[in-house]
């Protein structure tokens, strides 16, 4: 089976910076879009940035500038660098994965890490 697994959340003060990591594993053909996804209490899960098999990054509006994803397509793990952390920022942070596999197209998640910014 696929699985992803997420590292690299924590507690930071505002200005500070956390790198992401989530890591593929399992038998796969190949790995398309890759993505990071954040919900904090009480509100709905959006897209914070994504990134295509040929290098192509997205990014919501409130993270150009400070964020970026990459990815290494050898270690089958894509990153998220976090700089000039927000208080709202806060939030658990899910990585999301559009994976080929010998059984077909499936997008998997990560199990979630918490990131937390005090003011």
């Known amino acids: 089976q696929v699985q992803l697994v997420e590292s690299g959340g924590g507690l930071v003060q505002a200005g500070g910076s956390l790198r992401l990591s989530c890591a593929v594993s399992?038998?796969?053909?190949?790995?398309?879009?890759m993505g990071w996804y954040r919900q904090a209490p009480g509100k709905q899960r959006e897209l914070v940035a994504g990134?295509?098999?040929?290098?192509?990054?997205d990014y919501a509006e409130s993270v150009k500038g400070r964020f970026a994803i990459s990815r290494d397509n050898a270690k089958n793990t894509v990153y998220l660098q976090m700089n000039s952390l927000k208080p709202e920022d806060t939030a658990v942070y899910y990585c999301?994965?559009?994976?080929?596999?010998?059984?077909?197209?499936?997008?998997?998640w990560g199990q979630g890490t918490q990131v937390t910014v005090s003011s």
């Open positions: 990134i295509t098999s040929t290098g192509r990054t």
């Open positions: 399992g038998i796969i053909f190949s790995i398309n879009a």
């Open positions: 999301n994965v559009n994976v080929k596999t010998n059984y077909g197209s499936a997008y998997v």
